[in-house]
């Protein structure tokens, strides 16, 4: 057990629709990193957040936003979703901000859109 | 762009040999390189890492060679297990808040 929660486990969904993806961090873990991996594919960056503040962008679609909140858990909101965005969403957290120390990802979130 | 990638996606190895995984990163800026591993069904597992002021690091069965000359990141498994087979990322950053991940490779073990 890493130690960093995904909820909900699977979600299916229709086209058009707007889900949230929730992610509480390891206790103590100030940074939150969301990551999409598609189906036998590699884990693509989408955003992180550092204690409230988001830090860095990757290839995340404007359809796609987030936020961390106080308390520190994160919140992906996948809206107008379409086929492709079918996949899993992982969600990492790590000490430091800056990516120079391991991270503990959770145990992923699988969307299925139909 | 930014990248990192695989020689090899799949890689099959008898039980008890050693495996090479490979791995090939573009951005020459990059100081710090991390291995993970991901089982089936679970999220990556970090399994270990190494600073771009090391060639190399060791850890329980697991070695990382790092070579900056051609930007080549290896992981060297000893006796492999069953238990290992899994689908390997290597990762990199250059220091900021963005980890790049590669593509991964999958190594089967055979008993």
Redesign the interface.
Not at chain 1, 97 to 100: I, K, N, P
């Given at each position: 057990d890493?130690g960093?929660t995904q909820t909900p486990k699977h979600l299916i969904t229709a086209t058009g629709q707007r889900v949230t993806l929730r992610c509480s961090p390891r206790s103590g873990d100030l940074?939150v990193?969301w990551?999409q991996q598609s189906l036998d594919?590699?884990?693509?960056?989408l955003i992180?957040y550092?204690n409230g503040e988001e830090?860095?962008?990757?290839n995340i679609l404007e359809r796609f936003s987030a936020q961390q909140f106080p308390d520190l858990h994160s919140e992906l909101n996948l809206s107008s979703l379409e086929l492709g965005d079918s996949a899993l969403y992982?969600c990492?957290s790590s000490v430091v901000?800056?990516?120079?120390t391991?991270?503990?990802?959770?145990?992923?979130t699988r969307l299925t859109v139909v | 762009g930014e990248s990192v990638g695989l020689h090899l996606p799949t890689l099959s190895v008898q039980e008890g040999d050693n495996s090479i995984i490979n791995c090939a990163y573009s951005n020459s800026a990059s100081d710090y390189f991390i291995w993970y591993k991901q089982e089936s069904g679970k999220g990556p597992q970090f399994i270990i890492d190494i600073r771009s002021n090391m060639d190399k690091r060791q850890g329980q069965r697991v070695t990382v060679l790092l070579n900056k000359t051609v930007k080549h990141l290896s992981l060297q498994i000893a006796a492999t297990q069953p238990g290992d087979s899994a689908v390997y990322f290597c990762a990199e950053n250059t220091g900021g808040f963005k980890t790049i991940f590669g593509a991964g490779t999958r190594l089967f073990v055979k008993a």
């Open positions: 890493s960093v940074s990193y990551y594919q590699g884990l693509q960056f992180q550092y830090r860095a962008k990757g992982f990492a901000g800056q990516g120079t391991e991270a503990f990802f959770g145990q992923g | -």
